[in-house]
């Protein structure tokens, strides 16, 4: 399986991501120049966390124009499998490729920690290494990760299982008390309609392995591997009322 | 223009330093002359106060690949590899605009260590503020915190620990420091020499604007006065999304092989850059100031000169190789331009629109600077200036005490502060902030490196020798506690003016409490940095050395953590406890004093117990170990219970030390000392350690329970532990902010 990740001037998770992916877990991995206009042949990319561009005016809001976003929103129209963690996630967001925005934290200020997660849909080609309901811990690191919607993007994200992951305490509890950002519903992770975008503030890519403090975040990428040589992520529906349907058009704006 | 005498005056240059340029030039300055001078000779540049003391410190080792002088030091820590690390103050910017202050402190500190080819991995910062319930202290508090969190963590390099202490002494003097660890391959290990006669100088990122000129010679090298907020424009501002670019863009740059010398514009911008280079290579420079990028229009060679604008790097590029360099900055959109070259004449020359505004011996700026052997005076004693046990009256509840101490503002907590910065990022971050020391691991290999940052400025107040020797053992105990070996040491020595006897003997006597430490427990000081007239109004700061201790675990694997980690395992003393309170927390916190004397130190002794931990640490014996420090025996016990970074609180059942009052024996902060927990069958193994090494160990008791019990003392649920001990700071700082919007 190969894999691509963006440096957007300004990315800062790309060398500890690709150093996973090809260290940790052996994939091919090439890194993606935010200047290029074409894409080699991938299988998954991976828009990184940092500060694109500098993040002074909104974050993500400049990346979403740089050239890379071209093909990149191609290859999400064309079913590929794109994971956006942190400001991966802003940047999809700005790009309309996910609903829904990210803002500043409702305590007004940066927060780095390890939080508990429950994952809610584990019908996905993301997440399918999970136990439903199962409750991990990933650490979170963003000024501005608040989760916000519309009532009806929320209803929408709710009804058709597109909420992976919410922040929770240590029992699986979601509440005021759980919520380290202000995020609505406590929302942790989206994904796109059909199923082949996803979103997350946490960072899998920092909960690898055991000696650097968890091994919570390596699954999300194994169920990506195994859903890529199983195909089985193309099965939409899965038969389940929750599961991941594939309209034939991509993007919610 | 010719300069005069007051303009010198104006400009921080004494009469007699005025007529000593007047001599090395044979002729009046020029007004960018003087600049320069005043520049190069500001206490920040040329250290004249400390550079004959600092002759003092060890400095070389084995190990040690580059010592003082350069960017940063280096140390080899074998397969090739070597760890790069400094320390440097940004205090005086940091009262007066502690946002902008506290973050342009750590992009200069950040770019120190990319200059020497390494990639910065992992940040700490010392922080010390006046009394958390001053006025001030809240906004500076913030504007630090936010300013290290926002620079750091846009950069992409981890702030993985340090030191925050709050103290009325720092009321109008705070103390910012802040260091990078870098790592780099021995052999592409960067000097910043301007070697090679004709070699081009490029001129690499931002742009040079109005900001910072004067920082160093009137900023950081004089005392503040009431109109200090004046000073603000002297402040950079600074732009870590460049700093990134500029970082990778170098770190590319020197991959190529076609570059001779990097350094960092810092203090005295270009001047300095350009001097100190010239200087290190025996050669002269030439600077042709209209060719180096500007920010605005109609800006004068002076202020070419002196811009302090952040994010800027002096290259030294193998001549015909300029197009290589210039074309990875482009792909990283920033400027590259030549702004003058190499020269055999010895002399620092600027021109500008063909005319020589500068002309100047390179030696009379960097080496033959001046440097004043200012007279010292011991200050004389203050009466009853030790406490005395007899007289003080045992606490009734030691229950209250404990939690008290532990929520008061120097043993609570730092959560509040360390949660704003990114300690992941880089994916290299094993020990994260809460434990005596951060750890990392160097990536391809087995090992890792143990860092501590850490000041005492009560044992220093009191006695500034024996002071420093506590910081630099308590340092090297950090380290040891997370099972590294000590290596080296880079430290930042801040006071108040050394134009002052008293002063100048703190800092002696804290140079020979340095060098004797660093000597014993074999740790040479690599690098540093002297932040003097830390001063307002004539008030001084206590001498306040901040030691960061470099450790290497040659199996990362085998760190260790200050928390306790499974029920039953066996808690124990190792070390003497005295009668010892003098300086303790304890007694400032519950009996408000703040008196000697000071805890009794030998340093055969600290070094048997860092063998005792290190061998016990290599056999994998121990599961936690964490210096008994501020707070004494019941405080590192409950820190032990409480700081798990799993978030799992574990409690303990222990005996108090017999022979001893309680109060000492609880909350004394005697040297030299851990507490260590292990499986109890280890317990022998760990016997035979300490008999060897003949360090005194004590069976306290076992981990267990949801209870921290002390003997007859202490008797307390962890969860009112937790509550005290871990929202503390929180709950100040923010308390206070809803008062103030209000």
Same mark, same amino acid.
């Given at each position: 399986?190969?894999?691509?990740?963006?440096?957007?001037?300004?990315?800062?998770?790309?060398?500890?991501?690709? +150093?996973?992916?090809?260290?940790?877990?052996?994939?091919?991995?090439?890194?993606?120049?935010?200047?290029?206009? +074409?894409?080699?042949?991938?299988?998954?990319?991976?828009?990184?966390?940092?500060?694109?561009?500098?993040?002074?005016?909104?974050?993500?809001?400049?990346?979403?124009?740089?050239?890379?976003?071209?093909?990149?929103?191609?290859?999400?129209?064309?079913?590929?499998?794109?994971?956006?963690?942190?400001?991966?996630?802003?940047?999809?967001?700005?790009?309309?490729?996910?609903?829904?925005?990210?803002?500043?934290?409702?305590?007004?200020?940066?927060?780095?920690?390890?939080?508990?997660?429950?994952?809610?849909?584990?019908?996905?080609?993301?997440?399918?290494?999970?136990?439903?309901?199962?409750?991990? +811990?990933?650490?979170?690191?963003?000024?501005?990760?608040?989760?916000?919607?519309?009532?009806?993007?929320?209803?929408?994200?709710?009804?058709?299982? +597109?909420?992976?992951?919410?922040?929770?305490?240590?029992?699986?509890?979601?509440?005021?008390?759980?919520?380290?950002?202000?995020?609505?519903?406590?929302?942790?992770?989206?994904?796109?309609?059909?199923?082949?975008?996803?979103?997350?503030?946490?960072?899998?890519?920092?909960?690898?392995?055991?000696?650097?403090?968890?091994?919570?975040?390596?699954?999300?990428?194994?169920?990506?591997?195994?859903?890529?040589?199983?195909?089985?992520?193309?099965?939409?529906?899965?038969?389940?009322?929750?599961?991941?349907?594939?309209?034939?058009?991509?993007?919610?704006? | 223009?010719?300069?005069?005498?007051?303009?010198?005056?104006?400009?921080?240059?004494?009469?007699?330093?005025?007529?000593?340029?007047?001599?090395?030039?044979?002729?009046?300055?020029?007004?960018?002359?003087?600049?320069?001078?005043?520049?190069?000779?500001?206490?920040? =540049?040329?250290?004249?106060?400390?550079?004959?003391?600092?002759?003092?410190?060890?400095?070389?080792?084995?190990?040690?690949?580059?010592?003082?002088?350069?960017?940063?030091?280096?140390?080899?820590?074998?397969?090739?590899?070597?760890?790069?690390?400094?320390?440097?103050?940004?205090?005086?910017?940091?009262?007066?605009?502690?946002?902008?202050?506290?973050?342009?402190?750590?992009?200069?500190?950040?770019?120190?260590?990319?200059?020497?080819?390494?990639?910065?991995?992992?940040?700490?910062?010392?922080?010390?503020?006046?009394?958390?319930?001053?006025?001030?202290?809240?906004?500076?508090?913030?504007?630090?915190?936010?300013?290290?969190?926002?620079?750091?963590?846009?950069?992409?390099?981890?702030?993985?620990?340090?030191?925050?202490?709050?103290?009325?002494?720092?009321?109008?003097?705070?103390?910012?420091?802040?260091?990078?660890?870098?790592?780099?391959?021995?052999?592409?290990?960067?000097?910043?020499?301007?070697?090679?006669?004709?070699?081009?100088?490029?001129? /690499?990122?931002?742009?040079?604007?109005?900001?910072?000129?004067?920082?160093?010679?009137?900023?950081?090298?004089?005392?503040?006065?009431?109109?200090?907020?004046?000073?603000?424009?002297?402040?950079?501002?600074?732009?870590?999304?460049?700093?990134?670019?500029?970082?990778?863009? =170098?770190?590319?740059?020197?991959?190529?092989?076609?570059?001779?010398?990097?350094?960092?514009?810092?203090?005295?911008?270009?001047?300095?850059?350009?001097?100190?280079?010239?200087?290190?290579?025996?050669?002269?420079?030439?600077?042709?100031?209209?060719?180096?990028?500007? @920010?605005?229009?109609?800006?004068?060679?002076?202020?070419?000169?002196?811009?302090?604008?952040?994010?800027?790097?002096?290259?030294?590029?193998?001549?015909?190789?300029?197009?290589?360099?210039?074309?990875?900055?482009?792909?990283?959109?920033?400027?590259?331009?030549?702004?003058?070259?190499?020269?055999?004449?010895?002399?620092?020359?600027?021109?500008?629109?063909?005319?020589?505004?500068?002309?100047?011996?390179?030696?009379?700026?960097?080496?033959?600077?001046?440097?004043?052997?200012?007279?010292?005076?011991?200050?004389?004693?203050?009466?009853?200036?030790?406490?005395?046990?007899?007289?003080?009256?045992?606490?009734?509840?030691?229950?209250?005490?404990?939690?008290?101490?532990?929520?008061?503002?120097?043993?609570?907590?730092?959560?509040?502060?360390?949660?704003?910065?990114?300690?992941?990022?880089?994916?290299?971050?094993?020990?994260?902030?809460?434990?005596?020391?951060?750890?990392?691991?160097?990536?391809?290999?087995?090992?890792?490196?143990?860092?501590?940052?850490?000041?005492?400025?009560?044992?220093?107040?009191?006695?500034?020798?024996?002071?420093?020797?506590?910081?630099?053992?308590?340092?090297?105990?950090?380290?040891?506690?997370?099972?590294?070996?000590?290596?080296?040491?880079?430290?930042?020595?801040?006071?108040?003016?050394?134009?002052?006897?008293?002063?100048?003997?703190?800092?002696?006597?804290?140079?020979?409490?340095?060098?004797?430490? =660093?000597?014993?427990?074999?740790?040479?000081?690599?690098?540093?940095?002297?932040?003097?007239?830390?001063?307002?109004?004539?008030?001084?700061?206590?001498?306040?050395?901040?030691?960061?201790?470099?450790?290497?675990?040659?199996?990362?694997?085998?760190?260790?953590?200050?928390?306790?980690?499974?029920?039953?395992?066996?808690?124990?003393?190792?070390? @003497?406890?005295?009668?010892?309170?003098?300086?303790?927390?304890?007694?400032?916190?519950?009996?408000?004093?703040?008196?000697?004397?000071?805890?009794?130190?030998?340093?055969?002794?600290?070094?048997?117990?860092?063998?005792? =931990?290190?061998?016990?640490?290599?056999?994998?014996?121990?599961?936690?170990?964490?210096?008994?420090?501020?707070?004494?025996?019941?405080?590192?016990?409950?820190?032990?219970?409480?700081?798990?970074?799993?978030?799992?609180?574990?409690?303990?059942?222990?005996?108090?030390?017999?022979?001893?009052?309680?109060?000492?024996?609880?909350?004394?902060?005697?040297?030299?000392?851990?507490?260590?927990?292990?499986?109890?069958?280890?317990?022998?193994?760990?016997?035979?350690?300490?008999?060897?090494?003949?360090?005194?160990?004590?069976?306290?008791?076992?981990?267990?329970?949801?209870?921290?019990?002390?003997?007859?003392?202490?008797?307390?649920?962890?969860?009112?532990?937790?509550?005290?001990?871990?929202?503390?700071?929180?709950?100040? /700082?923010?308390?206070?902010?809803?008062?103030?919007?209000?």
């Amino acid at each position: 399986m190969k894999w691509g990740i963006v440096t957007f001037p300004g990315s800062n998770d790309d060398r500890a991501t690709a +150093r996973v992916l090809s260290r940790v877990l052996g994939q091919e991995t090439c890194m993606l120049w935010h200047k290029d206009y +074409r894409l080699p042949e991938l299988d998954c990319i991976i828009l990184p966390g940092g500060f694109s561009y500098g993040d002074y005016l909104r974050c993500g809001s400049m990346a979403r124009f740089s050239p890379i976003m071209g093909p990149v929103r191609e290859f999400c129209e064309a079913g590929g499998l794109v994971l956006g963690i942190c400001n991966g996630f802003q940047i999809l967001c700005e790009a309309g490729i996910l609903p829904g925005a990210l803002i500043r934290n409702r305590s007004l200020l940066f927060v780095c920690q390890r939080v508990h997660l429950k994952v809610e849909n584990t019908d996905t080609p993301f997440t399918h290494r999970y136990r439903a309901g199962e409750v991990i +811990r990933l650490p979170i690191k963003h000024g501005e990760g608040a989760y916000v919607a519309s009532e009806e993007v929320l209803e929408a994200l709710e009804r058709e299982g +597109r909420i992976l992951l919410r922040y929770a305490d240590a029992d699986g509890q979601v509440g005021p008390h759980s919520n380290p950002n202000g995020s609505m519903r406590s929302i942790a992770a989206v994904l796109n309609e059909r199923g082949n975008v996803l979103g997350l503030m946490p960072h899998p890519e920092y909960a690898v392995e055991t000696l650097t403090g968890s091994e919570d975040g390596r699954r999300l990428f194994l169920s990506i591997i195994e859903a890529h040589a199983s195909g089985a992520w193309r099965r939409a529906g899965r038969g389940s009322q929750n599961g991941v349907q594939a309209p034939p058009e991509a993007g919610n704006r | 223009m010719e300069a005069s005498l007051e303009q010198a005056l104006e400009h921080g240059l004494t009469e007699g330093e005025y007529r000593k340029v007047l001599e090395v030039l044979g002729r009046v300055p020029s007004l960018e002359e003087l600049g320069v001078f005043s520049a190069m000779w500001s206490e920040h =540049c040329s250290y004249k106060s400390s550079r004959l003391l600092l002759r003092e410190l060890p400095t070389s080792g084995p190990h040690v690949l580059q010592g003082p002088g350069e960017n940063a030091g280096v140390v080899d820590v074998g397969e090739g590899l070597a760890v790069v690390f400094k320390i440097e103050s940004h205090n005086h910017p940091s009262f007066v605009e502690p946002y902008q202050g506290a973050a342009t402190g750590v992009g200069g500190i950040l770019r120190d260590i990319f200059a020497m080819g390494a990639r910065p991995v992992a940040s700490l910062n010392s922080l010390r503020f006046g009394a958390l319930d001053h006025p001030r202290t809240n906004y500076l508090l913030r504007g630090v915190v936010a300013g290290i969190g926002d620079y750091g963590n846009s950069v992409g390099v981890p702030t993985v620990g340090g030191e925050v202490y709050f103290d009325p002494a720092y009321d109008r003097n705070i103390l910012v420091n802040a260091f990078t660890l870098g790592i780099v391959r021995v052999d592409s290990l960067y000097r910043a020499a301007a070697a090679g006669v004709g070699n081009p100088l490029l001129y /690499v990122g931002s742009k040079t604007g109005r900001d910072g000129i004067h920082g160093a010679s009137l900023l950081a090298s004089a005392e503040f006065d009431s109109d200090s907020d004046k000073k603000r424009p002297t402040v950079q501002v600074g732009d870590p999304f460049t700093e990134k670019l500029l970082m990778e863009a =170098c770190l590319e740059a020197i991959g190529t092989g076609s570059l001779v010398g990097i350094q960092d514009m810092g203090a005295a911008g270009l001047t300095s850059s350009a001097a100190e280079m010239a200087g290190r290579g025996g050669n002269g420079v030439e600077l042709d100031l209209c060719a180096v990028p500007k @920010r605005e229009s109609g800006m004068t060679p002076y202020e070419v000169l002196l811009s302090e604008s952040q994010e800027r790097m002096l290259l030294v590029v193998k001549a015909g190789e300029e197009e290589k360099v210039k074309s990875i900055f482009s792909k990283w959109d920033l400027d590259a331009v030549v702004v003058g070259r190499v020269t055999g004449s010895g002399r620092f020359r600027a021109t500008w629109e063909g005319r020589v505004v500068a002309d100047i011996p390179v030696a009379a700026l960097t080496t033959e600077a001046p440097a004043y052997a200012r007279p010292r005076a011991q200050p004389a004693e203050e009466e009853s200036a030790e406490a005395s046990l007899g007289k003080l009256p045992e606490p009734m509840d030691y229950n209250d005490v404990v939690l008290r101490l532990l929520g008061s503002p120097n043993l609570c907590s730092r959560e509040w502060v360390y949660r704003q910065y990114d300690s992941y990022v880089g994916g290299d971050t094993v020990v994260r902030p809460g434990s005596d020391a951060a750890v990392l691991r160097l990536d391809d290999t087995k090992k890792g490196v143990a860092i501590s940052l850490d000041g005492n400025s009560r044992f220093c107040r009191l006695d500034p020798y024996v002071g420093a020797v506590i910081a630099v053992a308590e340092g090297a105990r950090n380290v040891v506690a997370s099972g590294a070996r000590p290596l080296a040491i880079t430290n930042c020595l801040n006071f108040g003016n050394p134009e002052k006897p008293q002063v100048m003997w703190q800092f002696e006597e804290t140079i020979y409490g340095l060098r004797d430490a =660093c000597r014993a427990l074999g740790t040479p000081v690599v690098s540093g940095n002297v932040s003097f007239y830390n001063e307002t109004e004539g008030q001084g700061i206590p001498p306040t050395p901040v030691i960061g201790m470099v450790g290497l675990l040659e199996d990362v694997g085998f760190h260790l953590t200050q928390w306790f980690k499974e029920e039953g395992d066996v808690i124990v003393l190792l070390g @003497r406890s005295r009668e010892e309170i003098g300086g303790s927390e304890y007694l400032h916190v519950i009996h408000g004093e703040i008196k000697g004397p000071v805890p009794w130190i030998d340093l055969k002794v600290e070094k048997a117990l860092h063998s005792v =931990c290190l061998a016990a640490a290599r056999d994998g014996i121990l599961r936690s170990a964490h210096d008994v420090a501020e707070g004494g025996l019941a405080v590192a016990l409950a820190e032990s219970c409480l700081s798990a970074d799993n978030g799992v609180m574990l409690g303990a059942r222990v005996e108090a030390e017999a022979g001893l009052r309680p109060d000492a024996a609880l909350f004394g902060e005697s040297q030299s000392r851990m507490i260590v927990s292990l499986r109890r069958r280890h317990l022998n193994q760990l016997r035979e350690l300490c008999r060897r090494e003949q360090v005194p160990m004590l069976v306290l008791g076992e981990v267990g329970g949801n209870r921290l019990e002390i003997g007859e003392y202490v008797d307390l649920p962890l969860k009112h532990l937790y509550e005290s001990w871990k929202g503390a700071l929180g709950r100040q /700082v923010e308390g206070r902010a809803r008062v103030a919007v209000a």
